[in-house]
């Protein structure tokens, strides 16, 4: 079974600052997908950014970016120039590319998540 | 396009009471998977369903139960409720596809007194 544990319970940062959030994780698939979702204290959940495990080249999405270790099984999450409503809940999840026909049978494991707190 | 919609999106029931969950998934979407979230335990994953057929479970009692439409919204039941059902449950779709990622919706409180 997969498991992703998130060190870091929690973290803060100043407003425009640059802050990484870890991840690793544990598997024995060698294709499979990495996601950073963001739960603001509205409770919606919203997807970051995701990585393919296959793809070496690192995830960007516009102030969030990845560094994906594919051997050491670590997947941190950079965030630029830091705003106040970057601060939520973030956690790393983790689903296998196993399919059949086409589909994918989709669980997402998630690690404990970081609060992430933002100072103005 | 709209979101994924749940509802209600609040909840209150008595412990041995049942309860159904509603999740409309986005348009074109035909994979609704269902999580419980606690402090305790985080979020956990409790089933996926794909046209109309449940691909994927997770451990979870037998008293949590799901089940899909042909238009692909889906439902999760959970009977003889206990105290620590009480949760989060989120809903999240997907399209057909092996590489496409869930957006979630924004979840039932559900709490059991």
């Known amino acids: 079974a997969q498991t992703v544990t998130q060190s870091q319970p929690e973290m803060s940062v100043q407003e425009a600052e640059t802050v990484t959030l870890s991840c690793t994780y544990d598997t024995s698939e060698s294709d499979y997908y990495l996601f950073w979702y963001k739960q603001p204290p509205s409770r919606q959940m919203i997807l970051v950014i995701r990585q393919e495990a296959y793809k070496q080249q690192n995830a960007t999405e516009n102030r969030f970016s990845v560094n994906f270790q594919k051997a050491a099984k670590s997947f941190s999450l950079k965030i630029s120039d830091s705003q106040l409503g970057d601060a939520a809940m973030y956690f790393c999840a983790y689903r296998s590319a196993l399919s059949a026909g086409g589909t994918s049978y989709g669980k997402l494991t998630f690690g404990q998540g970081t609060i992430l707190t933002v100072h103005p | 396009k709209a979101g994924v919609t749940q509802t209600p999106r609040y909840l209150i029931k008595t412990r041995g009471q049942q309860v159904t969950l509603s999740c409309s998934p986005i348009?074109?979407?035909?994979?609704v998977s269902w999580y419980q979230q606690t402090p305790g335990q985080g979020l956990q994953f409790l089933f996926e369903?794909?046209?109309?057929?449940?691909?994927n479970k997770g451990n979870f009692p037998g008293r949590f139960s799901g089940r899909q439409f042909s238009n692909s919204r889906s439902e999760m039941n959970v009977s003889t409720l206990e105290l620590g059902d009480s949760a989060l449950y989120l809903c999240?779709?997907?399209?057909?596809?092996?590489?496409?990622?869930?957006?979630f919706g924004p979840g039932t409180r559900l709490t059991v007194t």
């Open positions: 999240a779709s997907s399209r057909t596809g092996f590489s496409h990622e869930q957006y």
């Open positions: 348009s074109g979407h035909r994979s």
């Open positions: 369903y794909f046209s109309e057929t449940q691909r």
